[in-house]
């Protein structure tokens, strides 16, 4: 095992940034006077580990931000969780390579914090401590046949074509036409996107050579997206659901029956729901128009929204040696809008398919034992970023506030999190004098054998 601390040269002091310091009545007074700046560390280095930096060293001029991560670069989900047709999804990643290039600023990365450090290690050497270190896990599906090959959770297979190196040798088969994803968010479509889009697209992306080799032999021609819930609970954005109407050399397979009634409900929705829905109802109930057909005319390939089904069931091919497809049960909804509940009929249908890809929701795992951690909600017990009975520890991001949200909400909430730690330290709540920091994890590591190179 070895260790990369990477020091982002360059040294751009964010203290000369355009933003001006909020000179906190006593904030600068107080801290000139202190032996040594504020130790902190944040682990994780994702957009909440990120933006909770930036706060904290833009808001304090002495404030010095160490961020860790397990993996050997930094940007999290940025880097390895967004589909390379997104680029421009990826340009948050200028704003944090400033953050990290400031002089008090250091990336400490492949450290495992709670295997190679412990929480309370960090908690003696830094005033404070930041976990932002997200939902690595994904939620299991919790039926039969889901340890069969061919199924895979949808992080996994967007960890693959990323690069991401616990995902490069997951080796999808793509030899089967017809793939299953469970699940109606954007991951799901991000997924069935990739899938279908032709390798010419591709290869103008970031896409890794191997995902796109794999790729270029794929024989999936059909795509099911699969709900529990109707069209008016996708979780999915119009943005999204767009770019799979016009992916080149595919149509859109959607039943008009799932739609009946619904142009009279759209009314009371709210406007991005109702835009959203009465897209799909268009989608599926008119005649394409003139660019649409003549794009669809010479499609190969499909993908279809199949609502109402919920995962029964992985059926294994006659050898039991692989997923063969899919049993689901069909339901009906219990209540109105957001809050409805997909309850089971007791019918079920069964759907053949090579490749079943689960997208059914990102979850956070437990760090440390010195950490409360809520399983339920997958989340840490928090009060506005402050943990629960641990005075000095905070958390931002989806550990915090559960796997939900896109990078500008994250951001929001890292900021708030990152003030009340400043909060904190203006009323004189963390530990007083001095703290080694970085210093003392460095000897830490050393003495396990994990020291830098």
């Keep these: 095992h ?7 040269g360059g040294g751009v002091d964010l203290t000369s940034h355009p933003f001006p310091i909020p000179s906190h009545k006593g904030f600068r007074q107080r801290f000139s006077t202190q032996e040594q700046p504020p130790q902190i560390c944040v682990v994780g280095s994702g957009p909440a580990g990120f933006y909770t930096a930036q706060h904290l060293l833009k808001h304090h001029p002495q404030a010095h931000v160490d961020i860790y991560e397990k993996q050997l670069v930094p940007f ?11 680029p421009e999804v990826k340009n948050v990643i200028n704003t944090f390579t400033q953050t990290a290039r400031s002089a008090r600023c250091a990336f400490r990365g492949n450290v495992v914090v709670g295997r190679d450090v412990a929480v309370p290690e960090l908690r003696a050497a830094y005033h404070a401590v930041v ?4 939902a690595e896990d994904h939620r299991a599906l919790e039926i039969p046949g889901e340890e069969l090959p061919g199924v895979f959770s949808a992080r996994a297979f967007v960890g693959w074509y990323n690069g991401l190196p616990e995902n490069r040798e997951l080796a999808p088969d793509l030899s089967c036409d017809t793939a299953v994803i469970l699940g109606q968010g954007n991951v799901a479509l991000d997924v069935a996107r990739i899938l279908l889009t032709p390798p ?14 794999v790729l270029r032999q794929s024989r999936v021609k059909t795509v099911w997206i699969v709900g529990r819930r109707g069209p008016l609970q996708v979780a999915f954005t119009i943005k999204e659901l767009r770019e799979m109407i016009q992916l080149p050399g595919t149509r859109p397979i959607l039943d008009p029956a799932d739609f009946l009634g619904l142009q009279d409900r759209i009314k009371e929705v709210p406007r991005p729901r109702k835009r959203l829905t009465e897209l799909l109802l268009r989608t599926a109930t008119e005649k394409p128009g003139t660019e649409d057909a003549a794009r669809q005319a010479p499609a190969s390939r499909a993908w279809g929204l ?5 995962p029964q069931q992985v059926l294994p091919s006659p050898d039991g040696r692989r997923a063969a497809g899919i049993r689901l049960a069909v339901t009906r909804l219990e209540g109105v809008g957001e809050a409805a509940r997909a309850v089971p009929t007791g019918d079920t249908e069964d759907l053949p398919c090579g490749l079943v890809l689960s997208s059914v929701g990102y979850k956070s795992r437990p760090i440390d034992p010195s950490v409360p951690f809520d399983p339920k909600l997958g989340v840490i017990p928090n009060m506005e970023g402050r943990v629960v009975d641990v005075p000095g520890l905070y958390c931002s991001g989806w550990v915090k506030r559960g796997p939900t949200g896109v990078i500008a909400t ?7 999190t990152g003030q009340m730690l400043l909060q904190d330290l203006k009323t004189g709540l963390l530990p ?3 703290r080694p920091g970085y210093a003392a994890i460095e000897a830490l590591l050393s003495s396990r054998g994990l020291g830098p190179m």
């Design 131 to 134: 976990l932002s270190y997200g």
């Design 76 to 86: 999290g989900l940025v880097r390895f969780g967004v589909a390379p047709d997104h």
């Design 432 to 434: 007083p004098g001095p």
């Design 2 to 8: 070895c260790c990369w601390f990477g020091k982002w």
């Design 306 to 310: 199949r609502f109402f089904r919920s």
């Design 200 to 213: 010419e697209h591709l290869e103008k992306t970031d896409i890794t050579e191997a995902a796109l080799g």
């Design 410 to 416: 994250t951001m929001t909430d890292s900021f708030l």
